[in-house]
């Protein structure tokens, strides 16, 4: 069965970066759509990218356009949000997950099969 773990999560100042990673096991991510979503407390969980399967097509909420890049390596099966110019609304736990049956990608958490276990990100000074 497919796996996904999140890392890369930590504490930072605004206006820092960090650059999370999506490792894919149980089948070759170059099967899978990729999103990346983040949850904060007491609040939904909202979409923040996603990037396609095989051409990597790319989607970004407007809320992180300019500032975050995700891209994928197929021979390490990894997926990468690298974040920058990081404001506290950014603080939140952030997820990856996999689709497989279409092509493209979207940010609805409802079109997602797998999902990994997340990681936090926490942007204070």
């Known amino acids: 069965q497919l796996q996904l773990v999140e890392s890369g999560g930590g504490l930072v100042q605004p206006g820092g970066s960090l650059r999370l990673s999506c490792v894919v096991s149980?089948?070759?991510?170059?099967?899978?759509?990729i999103g990346w979503f983040h949850q904060a407390p007491g609040k939904e969980r909202e979409g923040v990218s996603c990037?396609?399967?095989?051409?990597?097509?790319?989607y970004y909420a407007d809320s992180v356009k300019g500032r975050f890049l995700i891209s994928r390596d197929n021979a390490r099966n990894t997926v990468y949000l690298q974040m920058n110019q990081l404001k506290p609304e950014d603080t939140a736990v952030y997820y990856c997950a996999a689709v497989s049956r279409v092509r493209g990608c979207m940010l609805a958490e409802r079109d997602y099969d797998y999902w990994g276990q997340g990681t936090q990100v926490t942007v204070s000074s």
């Open positions: 990037i396609s399967r095989s051409d990597g097509n790319s």
């Open positions: 149980g089948r070759t991510l170059d099967y899978y759509a």
